[in-house]
Nanobody, 121 residues
Framework: VQLQASGGGLVQAGGSLRLSCAASGTIFSINDMGWYRQAPGKQRELVAV???????NYADSVKGQFTISRDIAKNVVYLQMNSLKAEDTAVYYC????????????????WGQGTQVTVSS
């Protein structure tokens, strides 16, 4: 299973970006999908997660600013980021948790390669 993230880039403060992450390979089911980010000199932190039934959870710092969504059929997760601020600058990593290749295989978590988001002030 591979996760391919895209959509990062350079944007001015107040602007928007939409990240996408597609999971490919032998996939029977995925439990939750989401995004973490890691800013220079800081620990990786959870940004947002969406479960297989559409339940979402956000870091307090992005509530009302970011929106996570998911296309279950296509195994794609999106992160719409609005009103971006300099402190949102980070490498954003997507993940897929509880991935099963079949109903009999154990769940595994996979990570994408990371996409850089830079917000200029």
């Amino acid at each position: 299973v591979q996760l391919q993230a895209s959509g990062g880039g350079l944007v001015q403060a107040g602007g928007s970006l939409r990240l996408s992450c597609a999971a490919s390979g032998t996939i029977f089911s995925i439990n939750d999908m989401g995004w973490y980010r890691q800013a220079p000199g800081k620990q990786r932190e959870l940004v947002a997660v969406v479960t297989s039934v559409g339940r979402t959870n956000y870091a307090d710092s992005v509530k009302g600013q970011f929106t996570i969504s998911r296309d279950i059929a296509k195994n794609v997760v999106y992160l719409q980021m609005n009103s971006l601020k300099a402190e949102d600058t980070a490498v954003y990593y997507c993940y897929a948790g509880g991935v099963r290749g079949s109903r009999y295989t154990p769940p595994i978590t996979y990570w994408g390669q990371g996409t850089q988001v830079t917000v200029s002030s």
